[in-house]
């Protein structure tokens, strides 16, 4: 008895309308990225686990998919860790490689590699599939694509700015002004500092894992969290009090200044916050000059992204009732590891996956006839077959999507088939059609009948 077939949990096929819904996202965030001056580059599915080991932190090494060696990959596997049960131990002997879980690191080693044939500030852009052992729900799965933008070898906030703006861009474009969305930004600089102003610095980065996760699990959850890590209840009211820093204005702009100014004074004695203030202030006062489109951006000071390369500016994206669709931030030294030492990067990434399950929700999507078969010929035997076969490369030189039934069977079937497939114009030729030169082309959409040269099918067709 055969198994059923299926796909891993966390992984989707995609059906021809469905691959023309993605690829129009792709389309538009391409066509946004080449408008700023990026250039594509595409690097392997799979790296050295090296590579990735320990870039974005323990919750990001948690997520990778490891590769086992080929052949006999136990024969060299370490004994001892085999005994003790020890995976972390066991996995460095049979598994060098794994599958990559974001286009950063990646592009980091890329560049250390290719950095004589670079010209830097380098702006690049990536759409890829990447690949993460996280637990399937709704947006969120194990295979997906993102596309990236990044801009690395420059420190300028400028970057930032054009960040934004190609946010505010790709969705104005997506969303036709139809769905509200929130660009929140932060500044890892000010986590810093808040950190250091309740005098837990040396429990960063386990403090920032457990802010990040605010939105999904709720603040009594986030601060058991914290409790749990060692923090006392003076240091986790003084730090929930000022990542709840108070609202100003309803203009957006200058309540996120408002916002940051009132941070200013309560970790005004903190380098590295007041770094991040001013960085951000910058950014702000240059978005507000500029304008968006359709962009809602918010200073938002428990936005943590929990990938632990990011240093500066921290973007993400979100609409209601879906996770974050489109995050970034700021990276000051992840070329570090690879040998390339004070290369300050910054990007973005839409998650694409996440995107089209909003537009398709949301009604967003254009109609897609362009992308399935215009015109079929129908099939009533060898010598109509032969006749038509001219003209269907006409069609197709003339860069119309056609196609001939195959096989010479009933017309019901014929008309049938172009009916699923959702055909515009069915062209019938039979021994008067051969006769006379005008083919008898039946409308699909209303059922009408009209006599037309090739040329008038042409014509009609790309009209």
């Known amino acids: 008895m055969s198994n059923k077939p299926s796909i891993p949990k966390g992984t989707r096929d995609f059906s021809p309308i469905e691959m023309a819904r993605r690829n129009y996202i792709f389309d538009v965030i391409k066509k ?10 595409e690097t392997p599915a799979m790296e050295n686990l090296s590579t990735l080991v320990g870039t974005g932190g323990d919750e990001s090494d948690k997520l990778i998919f490891k590769i086992l060696n080929s052949g006999d990959y136990l024969a060299k596997a370490d004994e001892k860790a085999l005994q003790e049960k020890n995976a972390n131990g066991l996995t460095k002997s049979i598994a060098e490689k794994a599958l990559h879980y974001d286009l950063t690191v990646p592009f980091a080693r890329y560049v250390v590699q290719n950095q004589n044939d670079i010209t830097f500030p380098f702006r690049r852009f990536q759409i890829q599939p990447v690949w993460r052992a996280d637990r399937p729900q709704r947006g969120r799965y194990r295979e997906f694509y993102q596309c990236d933008a990044d801009i690395i ?6 970057n930032e700015v054009d960040l934004i703006k190609i946010i505010d861009d790709v969705f104005t474009e997506l969303f036709q002004g139809k769905l509200n969305y929130t660009v929140s930004v932060n500044n890892r600089k000010i986590l810093q500092g808040i950190v250091e102003s309740v005098g837990e610095q040396d429990k960063f980065e386990q403090i920032v894992v457990a802010i990040d996760k605010l939105d999904k699990i709720g603040i009594e959850k986030v601060i058991k969290e914290l409790n749990d890590i060692g923090l006392s209840e003076k240091s986790v009211l003084s730090l929930m009090d000022l990542l709840a820093v108070t609202k100003g ?3 957006l702009y200058e309540m996120a200044l408002t916002q940051l100014e009132f941070l200013s004074q309560k970790i005004n004695n903190t380098i590295n916050g007041q770094k991040g203030i001013e ?7 240059k978005i507000q000059q500029l304008g968006l489109k359709t962009a809602h951006v918010k ?3 428990t936005l943590a992204r929990g990938l632990g390369y990011y240093t500066g500016t921290i973007i993400e994206v979100k609409v209601a009732n879906f996770p974050s669709i489109c995050g970034g931030g700021r990276y000051d030294d992840l070329t570090g590891k690879f040998g390339l030492k004070n290369v300050s990067g910054v ?5 694409a996956d996440r995107i089209y399950d909003v537009l398709l929700d949301n009604n967003l999507y254009p109609e897609f006839k362009g992308d399935s078969t215009q015109v079929l010929f129908v099939n009533f035997g060898e010598k109509e077959q032969d006749y038509c076969l001219p003209l269907l490369f006409q069609l197709r030189d003339a860069g119309i999507n056609a196609e ?11 008309m049938t088939f172009a009916n699923n497939k959702a055909i515009n114009y069915v062209v019938i030729v039979g021994s008067d059609e051969m006769e006379t030169g ?8 209303t059922g009408t009948q009209e006599a037309l040269t090739i040329s008038e099918l042409i014509e009609k067709c790309i009209n």
């Open 279 to 285: 960085e951000l202030e910058f950014v702000f006062e």
């Open 438 to 445: 005008k083919l008898t082309v039946k409308n699909m959409e």
């Open 249 to 251: 204005s309803s203009n």
């Open 32 to 41: 946004t990225y080449k408008k700023y001056g990026f250039q594509q580059i």
């Open 153 to 158: 070898g420059s420190d300028s906030l400028l």
């Open 347 to 351: 990007g973005i990434s839409f998650g």
């Open 404 to 414: 001939i039934y195959p096989d010479k069977v009933k017309l019901q079937k014929q």
């Open 299 to 301: 200073f938002d000071p």
